[in-house]
């Protein structure tokens, strides 16, 4: 079974420009989360799909982040324009039920 | 405002030791309790877990002891190998199956 699959892996910008990032979540899994993690700290969730539907988007800074699952499986999660502070790694994650969350790799984001 | 706090940060461990890593919560809402392990260049992983109606687990050589009382809970690896080196966050879920994560222990274990 193919995990959680993440691009890119890396990218570096400069701030004030544009960047996406793409998941593909489990086969099956309704559950779909993005997630930031800076270094040297735990995963904090950005945003919960379930299906389609944002269910929690109260901790994504909805003045420059955007994200999307328009058809309940794939999603993209984007930052207009990048400031330095969002350097990090963002994670996503996929889950069939409400215990078990799969991580894909995560794209290391660097803003210079 | 951190709703889990970790310890500690780094541990370092022989071979064939024994690697503690400890958890504390202020929610008591919280209903589970995973442990994630995580090698540089990869997402968390799930290791273990445990429900707060359950004072310990064991799979392998990795146990979570749990003290609902005192609102904290442990990872306990025995006999750590090299390959146990990695970083390992404690998690809790709260309300709509959010986790709220520690901010990890990296820990190396040595020959």
């Known amino acids: 079974e193919a995990g959680v699959v993440q691009s890119p892996r890396y990218k570096i910008i400069e701030k004030k420009q544009p960047v996406a990032f793409w998941c593909n979540p489990i086969?099956?899994?309704?559950?779909l989360y993005w997630y930031l993690q800076n270094l040297g700290q735990g995963p904090e969730l950005l945003i919960r799909?379930?299906?389609?539907?944002?269910?929690?988007d109260s901790q994504l800074p909805k003045d420059r982040f955007s994200a999307e699952r328009l058809k309940g499986v794939d999603s993209t999660l984007k930052i207009q324009p990048a400031e330095l502070g969002d350097s990090a790694v963002y994670l996503c994650?996929?889950?069939?039920?409400?215990?078990?969350?799969?991580f894909g790799p995560g794209t290391r984001l660097t803003v210079l | 405002q951190q709703q889990v706090k970790q310890s500690p940060q780094s541990l370092i461990v022989q071979k064939g030791g024994i690697s503690i890593i400890n958890c504390a919560y202020e929610?008591?809402?919280?209903?589970?309790f995973p442990w994630y392990q995580q090698f540089p260049g990869k997402g968390p992983a799930l290791l273990i877990a445990?429900?707060?109606?359950?004072s310990e687990k064991k799979e392998g050589r990795f146990t979570i002891s749990f003290n609902k009382s005192a609102k904290q809970f442990s990872l306990h690896i025995m006999d750590s190998q090299p390959g146990d080196s990695a970083t390992y966050f404690c998690?809790?879920?709260?309300?709509?199956?959010?986790?709220?994560f520690g901010t990890g222990t990296r820990l190396q274990v040595t020959l």
């Open positions: 799909y379930e299906n389609e539907e944002a269910v929690d």
């Open positions: 086969s099956g899994h309704n559950t």
């Open positions: 445990i429900r707060p109606d359950v």
């Open positions: 929610n008591t809402a919280f209903d589970y």
């Open positions: 994650a996929s889950s069939k039920t409400s215990n078990e969350q799969f």
């Open positions: 998690a809790a879920r709260g309300t709509a199956s959010k986790l709220t």
